[in-house]
């Protein structure tokens, strides 16, 4: 029977997470704006506390400190990550190496997971940052099927990948969304940029749309189209990817429930029976493509497409 | 730490340790260019492991030679290798490492700890300086790369002056800053737009610049992304592009901060840019650290940057977080003042004959300006122009073609003529 990977969900709130366990979710991320990047939802020191709760003997949490830091937020970190260890929490995903300098003085037992999304490109990278201290790499998902599995091979902490959701294409420290309403001459205040606002770029020669949306941590742009790979798991379950990533963020609590539901039971059906999940990997895919909302279709993100440079 | 080494010369206090002034050379003739009108260090690319895969690039014999020229003035050479790298660029990284050290290459620009750690093993002589595609933004990180036996650090274009002063009071290493030049609107490194939208990737040097164009702001739903358009009839469309940086007016502050080095954008510019931004900030430089106390800034060097802008500038992130004045709506792209015409090859005292290489049209009438580090700005009207075999011709039309005609001032090879955009 195939090892089965770590099926790592983003919950929108701390209810989530009893029927996420329920729905089949091994892990959760969660964490709050000021110190992590692009959740699905705002959890407060309360809300984690709830989640580890929630989790205990049944799902793993981890809480994204990934954000890059200036040095006004530097005097917060230790006394976060301290509540964290306390918290019991079981890894803290980084990108910003002050989170390690802080994690060795205040919480050094608190397992590091590498992500900075765009730059974990090569096996020999992830495991420097596991010299370094992380116990896991999140790889870019800019990578190909092909660089993810030699990743995989080479490396000497674990790996995680986003199997499914929306990718981040960038992020400014500028307040791009406010500054164009600022030009048009509309007023800020009147003019929400937050992420429930939804608003759009669109690039008229692609005919694509982008979320995009204003926080603290700047601006943040979104890829077009979701990555699913529910009919594409068999090679990366057989490389033996530690985690699979089903991101939620723009996304309901019930969409979330029911595709990490769906992405249980196509895992599940591969470690169990790989003619099966041939046999029934289109019907996964159209059930993904059933929850979708209109305005977003799906694909395979980068792991077919080859880039230039 | 973060104070300048100073002397005191009877009351005049002089600074002693100047920041070095570091210059872009997308080749051999604009490496040269950059060393002789004044840069102390030049950062070049070379053909594999770097951004800019546009950029001209250099051979490693290029290489050497460009050492060996900037040795003669003192000055040395960086090579950007600043690529994220995916598995299959591993190869060939320890022989190119090794190549570099060799010809005397001082350091590298580098981003992945992959090329970091195989450098130290290597080809431990040359220098590690973090790329500014890490986005470094506080001081802990800092000290992290300190620790990892770094000699500099180039800061995220995100750093303001108190950031880099904090910096520089909590850890004892070289700090490289942008003084000048084009930016990338994202935090360098986050940004994988030209990936999604070209199938080019940006970490790699194929960055198809997507943050530039215009795109249309919706509000959306469920079912649509284009419900509510947030722009009106009349409206410029969203945009997202960067004014330039130019920090020229900052320089005091960046000398007493103890900024260790000040650095110019533009391994893609022309010789006429780099020579004329690199002669102004050296001005600039030289100026302050030898009178702090009095020193001003003269309009003379504004309008003399102004002659090689592309675009509109503005100081960024330096004080504040930009707002939209310092971005561009509509019309991105800006002429500079003045044309490059011509370079300098030869001047004889005796006729006071210029030969000189066209490298835009010029004519008879003309008014034109030549600079260069070893003569003061001066313009004159251009007389009679003759080719290189002595026929007077009616204009100078083609590029790179010899001409010659009469200047009243004395020229020195490469110095420079520029002509004002009518």
């Given at each position: 029977m195939t090892v089965k990977p770590e099926l790592l969900v983003t919950?929108?709130?701390?209810?989530?997470?009893?029927?996420?366990?329920?729905?089949?979710?091994?892990?959760?991320?969660?964490?709050?704006?000021?110190?992590?990047?692009?959740?699905?939802?705002?959890?407060?020191?309360?809300?984690?506390?709830?989640?580890?709760?929630?989790?205990?003997?049944?799902?793993?949490?981890?809480?994204?400190?990934?954000?890059?830091?200036?040095?006004?937020?530097?005097?917060?970190?230790?006394?976060?990550?301290?509540?964290?260890?306390?918290?019991?929490?079981d890894g803290v995903v980084f990108g910003d190496p002050a989170v390690i300098m802080a994690a060795r003085e205040a919480a050094p037992d608190l397992p590091l997971h590498w992500s900075t999304e765009t730059t974990g490109t090569n096996w020999y990278t992830v495991n420097y940052w596991g010299r370094k201290g992380a116990a896991r790499a999140v790889l870019a998902r800019e990578l190909n099927l092909d660089a993810v599995v030699e990743i995989k091979e080479n490396a000497?902490?674990?790996?995680?990948?986003?199997?499914?959701?929306?990718?981040?294409?960038?992020?400014?420290?500028?307040?791009?969304?406010?500054?164009?309403?600022?030009?048009?001459?509309?007023?800020?205040?009147v003019e929400g940029r937050s992420k429930d606002r939804t608003l759009f770029l669109h690039d008229p020669e692609r005919d694509y749309d982008y979320p995009v949306w204003e926080d603290e941590n700047g601006t943040h742009i979104m890829s077009p189209k979701d990555v699913c790979m529910i009919d594409e798991l068999d090679e990366l379950m057989d490389a033996e990817i530690d985690s699979f990533k089903i991101d939620g963020i723009l996304k309901s609590s019930e969409y979330l429930t029911q595709m990490t539901r769906l992405y249980r039971e196509a895992v599940d059906l591969y470690a169990q029976n790989e003619d099966s999940y041939f046999d029934k990997k289109e019907e996964f895919l159209e059930r993904a493509k059933a929850l979708q909302p209109e305005s977003r279709s799906v694909d395979t993100g980068f792991f077919f497409k080859e880039t230039v440079y | 730490m973060g104070q300048p080494a100073e002397r005191t010369s009877g009351e005049k206090r002089i600074i002693t340790k100047k920041p070095e002034l570091l210059a872009p050379a997308g080749n051999l003739e604009k490496l040269k260019i950059a060393v002789h009108y004044g840069a102390d260090a030049v950062f070049i690319g070379g053909r594999d492991f770097g951004l800019r895969s546009n950029a001209g690039n250099f051979s490693i014999d290029q290489m050497e030679e460009g050492v060996n020229f900037a040795k003669k003035?003192?000055?040395?050479?960086?090579?950007?290798?600043?690529?994220?790298?995916?598995?299959?660029?591993?190869?060939?990284?320890?022989?190119?490492?090794?190549?570099?050290?060799?010809?005397?290459?001082?350091?590298?620009?580098?981003?992945?700890?992959?090329?970091?750690?195989?450098?130290?093993?290597?080809?431990?002589?040359?220098?590690?300086?973090?790329?500014?595609?890490?986005?470094?933004?506080?001081?802990?990180?800092?000290?992290?790369?300190?620790?990892?036996?770094?000699?500099?650090?180039?800061?995220a274009r995100e750093v303001g002056l108190q950031e880099m002063l904090e910096m520089k009071k909590n850890v004892d290493i070289e700090i490289e800053t942008f003084i000048h030049g084009a930016m990338c609107i994202a935090y360098s490194g986050r940004c994988v737009l030209s990936n999604h939208?070209?199938?080019?990737?940006?970490?790699?040097?194929?960055?198809?610049?997507?943050?530039?164009?215009?795109?249309?702001?919706?509000?959306?739903?469920?079912?649509?992304?284009?419900?509510?358009?947030?722009?009106?009839?009349?409206?410029?469309?969203?945009?997202?592009?960067?004014?330039?940086?130019?920090?020229?007016?900052?320089?005091?502050?960046?000398?007493?901060?103890g900024i260790d080095s000040l650095k110019i954008e533009g391994r893609m510019k022309s010789i006429h840019?780099?020579?004329?931004?690199?002669?102004?900030?050296?001005?600039?430089i030289d100026a302050y650290c030898a009178d702090p106390d009095n020193f001003k800034i003269k309009q003379e060097w504004l309008t003399e940057l102004a002659k090689c802008a592309n675009r509109p500038a503005a100081p960024a992130f330096f004080e504040n977080v930009p707002g939209y004045k310092e971005q561009l709506f509509e019309n991105h792209s800006h002429q500079a003042s003045h044309d490059f015409s011509g370079l300098v090859l030869d001047y004889d005292r005796e006729?006071?004959?210029?030969?000189?290489?066209?490298?835009?049209?010029?004519?008879?009438?003309?008014?034109?300006?030549?600079?260069?580090?070893?003569?003061?700005?001066?313009?004159?009207?251009?007389?009679?122009?003759?080719?290189?075999?002595?026929?007077?011709?009616?204009?100078?039309?083609?590029?790179?073609?010899?001409?010659?005609?009469?200047?009243?001032?004395?020229?020195?090879?490469d110095n420079m003529m520029r002509k004002g955009v009518s």
């Amino acid at each position: 029977m195939t090892v089965k990977p770590e099926l790592l969900v983003t919950p929108r709130s701390a209810e989530d997470i009893v029927p996420l366990i329920e729905a089949g979710a091994d892990a959760f991320l969660i964490g709050e704006e000021t110190y992590g990047l692009r959740l699905a939802g705002e959890f407060s020191r309360a809300d984690i506390e709830t989640a580890v709760k929630e989790a205990q003997g049944k799902a793993k949490v981890y809480v994204a400190m990934n954000a890059l830091f200036h040095n006004e937020k530097l005097p917060l970190l230790h006394d976060y990550l301290a509540f964290l260890g306390n918290t019991g929490v079981d890894g803290v995903v980084f990108g910003d190496p002050a989170v390690i300098m802080a994690a060795r003085e205040a919480a050094p037992d608190l397992p590091l997971h590498w992500s900075t999304e765009t730059t974990g490109t090569n096996w020999y990278t992830v495991n420097y940052w596991g010299r370094k201290g992380a116990a896991r790499a999140v790889l870019a998902r800019e990578l190909n099927l092909d660089a993810v599995v030699e990743i995989k091979e080479n490396a000497d902490i674990a790996v995680e990948i986003q199997v499914h959701g929306m990718t981040c294409m960038f992020q400014s420290k500028r307040t791009l969304l406010g500054n164009y309403m600022e030009f048009q001459g509309k007023n800020l205040k009147v003019e929400g940029r937050s992420k429930d606002r939804t608003l759009f770029l669109h690039d008229p020669e692609r005919d694509y749309d982008y979320p995009v949306w204003e926080d603290e941590n700047g601006t943040h742009i979104m890829s077009p189209k979701d990555v699913c790979m529910i009919d594409e798991l068999d090679e990366l379950m057989d490389a033996e990817i530690d985690s699979f990533k089903i991101d939620g963020i723009l996304k309901s609590s019930e969409y979330l429930t029911q595709m990490t539901r769906l992405y249980r039971e196509a895992v599940d059906l591969y470690a169990q029976n790989e003619d099966s999940y041939f046999d029934k990997k289109e019907e996964f895919l159209e059930r993904a493509k059933a929850l979708q909302p209109e305005s977003r279709s799906v694909d395979t993100g980068f792991f077919f497409k080859e880039t230039v440079y | 730490m973060g104070q300048p080494a100073e002397r005191t010369s009877g009351e005049k206090r002089i600074i002693t340790k100047k920041p070095e002034l570091l210059a872009p050379a997308g080749n051999l003739e604009k490496l040269k260019i950059a060393v002789h009108y004044g840069a102390d260090a030049v950062f070049i690319g070379g053909r594999d492991f770097g951004l800019r895969s546009n950029a001209g690039n250099f051979s490693i014999d290029q290489m050497e030679e460009g050492v060996n020229f900037a040795k003669k003035y003192g000055a040395c050479i960086y090579v950007t290798t600043n690529i994220f790298a995916h598995n299959e660029n591993m190869d060939g990284l320890e022989e190119y490492l090794q190549e570099l050290q060799r010809v005397g290459i001082k350091g590298i620009i580098v981003a992945d700890p992959l090329i970091i750690e195989t450098c130290k093993r290597a080809a431990p002589k040359l220098e590690i300086h973090l790329s500014t595609q890490q986005s470094l933004t506080n001081w802990q990180a800092v000290k992290f790369w300190k620790e990892e036996g770094l000699e500099r650090v180039v800061l995220a274009r995100e750093v303001g002056l108190q950031e880099m002063l904090e910096m520089k009071k909590n850890v004892d290493i070289e700090i490289e800053t942008f003084i000048h030049g084009a930016m990338c609107i994202a935090y360098s490194g986050r940004c994988v737009l030209s990936n999604h939208m070209t199938a080019r990737d940006s970490n790699r040097g194929g960055c198809c610049q997507s943050c530039r164009w215009d795109y249309h702001l919706y509000e959306g739903s469920e079912a649509s992304s284009r419900e509510n358009a947030l722009f009106g009839e009349d409206d410029s469309p969203f945009a997202m592009s960067p004014k330039d940086l130019n920090l020229i007016e900052s320089i005091p502050k960046l000398v007493e901060a103890g900024i260790d080095s000040l650095k110019i954008e533009g391994r893609m510019k022309s010789i006429h840019y780099v020579a004329t931004v690199v002669s102004v900030y050296r001005k600039v430089i030289d100026a302050y650290c030898a009178d702090p106390d009095n020193f001003k800034i003269k309009q003379e060097w504004l309008t003399e940057l102004a002659k090689c802008a592309n675009r509109p500038a503005a100081p960024a992130f330096f004080e504040n977080v930009p707002g939209y004045k310092e971005q561009l709506f509509e019309n991105h792209s800006h002429q500079a003042s003045h044309d490059f015409s011509g370079l300098v090859l030869d001047y004889d005292r005796e006729t006071k004959m210029v030969t000189l290489q066209q490298r835009n049209f010029f004519r008879p009438g003309d008014t034109v300006e030549f600079f260069g580090p070893e003569i003061d700005n001066f313009s004159q009207k251009v007389d009679k122009v003759w080719d290189e075999k002595g026929r007077e011709l009616d204009a100078a039309r083609h590029p790179l073609q010899i001409v010659r005609f009469k200047v009243d001032r004395h020229l020195y090879p490469d110095n420079m003529m520029r002509k004002g955009v009518s």
